[in-house]
């Protein structure tokens, strides 16, 4: 009966392990895979985009959105965090009005969403450039008077040179922005400056700058700005006057010798109050560099610093005429205030240019730094040279030849030959029109050639029809045409 019991508890305990083995062998079941995020891009702004991706006006966005396995519910658009467009099902396209923006960098987003709740979203940034030209022309800068009559205009390139805005100046500064035309999408554009004079001999002039860009446009030299506001006049006196064959003093035209007693003017500024005085005799040079207030003042030169370094300046062409000049700036830039450090205009008669003259030692620190303007007249050509940063002791003459088309003004064309290289050119045309008109025109381009502006309606309207570039013909006609290499 032991025995019995025995077996019967092994049969269990099999029995038992047999089902504890089944139960771990039974399969598990796999999990649905999860929903895939949908997908969007940016196929294109499209429209006014200029080479270097810059948008204007009306611009075209299209996206690009799908879902790989279910279906897109919406896509929308944000412009610079604010939603201007919801769509349902493509296309996903959107013209934007980019006026409705800043100029600068923007953000452009799209966000989809699918059939399931789940969202991508992909950006990029555009820069916008709705500004055509932003004018800041200090007062003084075109003529002034009741007589004067003032325009400034933009054209597109030639030979389109369609009118794409035009203004009237009136007296003292003019500061205006102008928005791209919504059918202009050129990268550069001409600009005009016209001033007329009504008087008993009728004047006009017009300055044209050739290829500029949209931006600030400020075609001024130095300003009233730069030297900050106008404080008054510095009268001063001078005594002591030592020996000397050259004087300039404060930025005058030399005047050789000065005498006891003599007396100069000038303007004193916040950002300007050197009075500069340099005299030379035979290879030495000595320089004052005071500051001044407003008011009257007595100048001894018997304490001229004597240390300088001597420069010079040579051409050894058959000039006619020369003119140059070398100024000390204050301040850095080639527009900052500066003084005449030394100045000599004159008539050769067919001979060589040479000319001495000293500035003060770098250790002085008197001037940031100098510039260095030389004109000279060889043979009926005018060879002009600007350094910005350093005195010139020499000059290289481009050589150029040119051809004006046309004696119509509306139609001149003037295209410059050469193979020197050259940054901008500039031609400077006097021309007598009638027995009682003539005007100045001013050129400059950065390209081989210029051409004569379209005169606005409005311009003719005001100058009683005197103005009338479509009728306008040489007469009698000087140019002067010259390169420049920066």
């Known amino acids: ?7 019967y508890t092994g049969l269990a305990a099999i029995s038992i392990w047999s089902c504890s083995k089944d139960d771990d062998s039974t399969p598990t079941t796999t999990p649905e895979p999860g929903n895939q995020a949908p997908s969007v891009s940016f196929v294109s702004p499209t429209g006014n985009v200029s080479a270097d991706g810059t948008l204007w006006n009306s611009v075209s966005i299209e996206l690009s959105a ?3 396995d279910g279906s897109v519910s919406k896509v929308e658009l944000f412009i610079d965090g604010t939603k201007e467009a919801e769509f349902n099902s493509a296309p996903y396209t959107f013209d934007w009005d980019s006026k409705n923006v800043e100029d600068g960098t923007i953000e452009l987003k799209a966000t989809v969403t699918d059939n399931e709740g789940d969202a991508t979203t992909e950006a990029i940034t555009v820069n916008v450039l709705n500004v055509l030209l932003d004018y800041n022309l200090y007062d003084g800068f075109l003529t002034s008077g009741d007589n004067a009559i003032r325009f400034t205009y933009i054209t597109s390139p030639a030979p389109e040179k369609e009118i794409l805005y035009i203004s009237e100046i009136g007296q003292g ?12 999408d050129g990268d550069t554009f001409d600009v005009h400056l016209l001033e007329f004079v009504d008087d008993d001999e009728d004047e006009g002039q017009i300055t044209t700058y050739h290829g500029i860009g949209p931006g600030v446009f400020s075609p001024t030299p130095a300003t009233s700005i730069d030297f900050g506001n106008e404080l008054g006049q510095a009268n001063v006196k001078f005594s002591d006057v030592p020996d000397h064959d050259y004087a300039l003093i404060f930025s005058g035209g030399n005047t050789n010798p000065i005498a006891e007693g003599t007396e100069r003017s000038f303007t004193i500024f916040d950002n300007f109050n050197l009075g500069y005085v340099y005299l030379q005799k035979g290879g030495e040079g000595s320089y004052l560099a005071v500051p001044f207030g407003v008011d009257n003042h007595n100048l001894s030169l018997s304490i001229m610093n004597t240390s ?4 010079s300046f040579m051409d050894d062409g058959i000039n006619d005429t020369a003119n140059f000049l070398v100024e000390g700036h204050t301040g850095a830039g080639h527009f900052s205030p500066a003084v005449n450090v030394y100045r000599e205009n004159v008539a050769l008669g067919g001979s060589a240019f ?5 500035v003060p030692n770098d250790e002085d620190e008197v001037f940031d730094h ?8 060889e043979n009926g050509k005018t060879y002009f040279h600007e350094a ?8 290289t003459k481009k050589n150029v030849t040119f051809a004006a088309d046309n004696k119509t003004m509306a139609q001149l064309n003037v295209t410059a030959t050469t193979t020197d290289e050259f940054d901008f050119l500039n031609m400077i045309s006097q021309i007598k029109a009638s027995d009682t008109f003539s ?4 050129s400059y381009s950065q390209d081989d050639n210029v051409s004569f502006p379209p005169i606005p309606t409005e311009v003719f309207e005001a100058t009683n029809g005197v103005f009338n570039g479509s009728d306008i013909a040489f007469k009698e006609a000087s140019i002067v045409l010259w390169l420049e290499d920066l």
């Not at 100098?370 to 007249?377: A, E, H, I």
């Not at 005007?439 to 001013?442: G, I, Q």
């Open 439 to 442: 005007f100045r025109w001013n």
């Open 1 to 7: 009966m032991k025995l019995k019991n025995v077996m």
């Open 173 to 184: 500064t003019f500061n205006e922005v102008v928005q791209r035309p919504a059918d202009f």
């Open 388 to 395: 910005y940063n350093e005195i010139l002791s020499a000059m």
């Open 308 to 311: 300088m370094q001597a420069r």
């Open 354 to 358: 040479e000319t001495n003259f000293h």
């Open 370 to 377: 100098y510039s260095t303007t030389v004109r000279l007249q």
């Open 66 to 68: 799908a879902d790989a």
